[in-house]
């Protein structure tokens, strides 16, 4: 069953992703003094008394005109628009503001359960003569509480629950997670909106304006899907604020808990170094990997255009040479389809089992072709060959001696196996271990 979703609102710096955090039991919302440092919607499972909820944070609503500003407000009014329940934080240290009444009405007239917090109340023996000031919003009995300390959270979120309704359909602990990574302002947040024909992501011209992972669910064909947008990975003379570290963090841990990781380029720029050890970093980690190249659209073309950019990526991902590279647009839709049916794909590879007496066939057959490495007379065996895990493959290779065994001739026992069954896009291992005859 799905869960509810209750969405924290308010003006900048009141303590919403504090309170996120608390309420969650996680630090997935980045938290610092700084206004405006939530711009995207974030997303974490809630439970309080035994009733499960989807919690959003949002962005601080503001009403300046700058781009970014009018997107976060935006964005935190679509959460308002989703969300069964709404806890609108405002600020006990600094009183009701101007913006916290217009914010008030606006809420008002969602038609939403509403619930009022007054964040950042430490001293609770003045709790009752704030009272008073915040029933002047016209929403009901204030809800003293501070998030940092966790002081009247629990009152709150009984109040919450009061108002959630019963459960629909959630995604199954099956479901595909796909981390969307790549360089800020190569085009992840609009290839998410595209797939989800939903503006979930905040989509400017300025690099660098998705700051958190956003997690959102939906079904392709038979298939669940969890997509991950990241905030891009930048070098790390460029990483000055403590806020861009947070960012990066959670980007590499996004890959960690995906099931395939999609690597997305800027098609009007190529393959750059940072793009290498994006796609280096979801390699080690075993993570299923596609190349998406964005802004195909972009790019003036002739008959050979699409062959020889793609041997351009080959050559400089030589590591990675199993990934597909899907040419896309995020902007118009071109091949996303395309992109979604590889992703299922390389998913599926990443579970394949080969059958202990199928593979050593192949292994012998590929002993039997290229002769194995030897050493000052001695012969490199091999004596036999089990797949020992999935997601991703894993093969143990039991030989005479572990130092024969170059990693050339790894590589081509690799590649004999790809070339009976496919694995594509997924990083295939093969731990070499000795044993006695």
């Not at 919607?41 to 601080?60: C, K, M, P």
């Not at 990675?320 to 979604?340: C, E, H, K």
């Not at 797949?387 to 590589?411: G, T």
Request: glycine share 6%; hydrophobic share 40%.
């Amino acid at each position: 069953m799905s869960k509810p979703i209750v969405a924290i609102v308010g003006r900048p710096n009141v303590g919403k992703s504090t309170l996120f955090n608390r309420i969650s039991r996680s630090r997935i919302a980045i938290v610092e003094g700084t206004p405006g440092v939530t711009r995207d919607r974030i997303y974490s499972d809630a439970e309080w008394l035994n009733r499960h909820f989807t919690l959003v944070d949002t962005g601080g609503i503001d009403y300046e005109t700058d781009e970014i500003t009018k997107q976060v407000r935006r964005q935190a009014m679509i959460a308002v628009e989703q969300a069964d329940v709404i806890i609108f934080v405002v600020d006990g240290r600094t009183g009701i503001t101007a913006l916290d009444e217009e914010l008030a009405e606006h809420l008002r007239r969602s038609g939403k359960p509403i619930v009022l917090c007054v964040n950042k109340v430490d001293d609770q023996e003045q709790a009752w003569e704030l009272m008073g000031e915040f029933y002047a919003l016209g929403l009901g009995d204030p809800l003293l509480v501070s998030a940092e300390h966790g002081k009247n959270v629990g009152d709150l979120l009984d109040k919450v629950i009061e108002y959630l309704p019963e459960d629909t359909p959630e995604p199954s602990p099956d479901a595909l997670h796909v981390a969307i990574v790549g360089r800020p302002n190569v085009g992840k947040s609009s290839l998410v909106n595209k797939i989800l024909g939903d503006d979930r992501c905040i989509v400017t011209d300025i690099a660098g304006t998705t700051r958190d992972a956003v997690d959102s669910w939906f079904t392709y064909g038979e298939q669940e899907m969890v997509l991950i947008d990241t905030a891009g990975l930048r070098r790390r003379s460029k990483v000055e604020e403590s806020l861009e570290y947070y960012s990066v963090m959670r980007t590499l841990r996004a890959v960690d808990r995906s099931n395939v990781t999609v690597a997305v380029l800027d098609a009007t720029e190529g393959l750059t170094e940072q793009d290498t050890k994006i796609i280096g970093y979801a390699h080690e980690s075993g993570r299923g990997l596609v190349i998406a190249v964005n802004k195909w659209d972009l790019v003036e073309k002739d008959a050979n255009t699409l062959r020889n950019y793609e041997l351009e990526i080959r050559k400089k991902l030589r590591f990675a040479d199993y990934a597909p590279i899907v040419f896309i647009s995020a902007l118009t839709g071109q091949r996303v389809r395309v992109l979604l049916d590889t992703i299922i794909q390389v998913n599926e590879a990443r579970g394949m089992r080969i059958p202990t007496g199928r593979l050593n066939e192949i292994i012998q057959d590929a002993v039997q072709v290229a002769q194995v490495p030897s050493d000052k007379g001695v012969q490199l065996k091999i004596y036999y060959a089990t797949q020992v895990q999935v997601n991703p493959p894993v093969f143990a290779i039991y030989v005479n001696r572990r130092d024969l065994m170059h990693w050339s001739y790894q590589r081509y026992l690799e590649n004999r196996l790809r070339q009976e069954y496919g694995f594509v896009g997924t990083p295939i291992v093969l731990a070499v271990k000795e044993r006695n005859p």
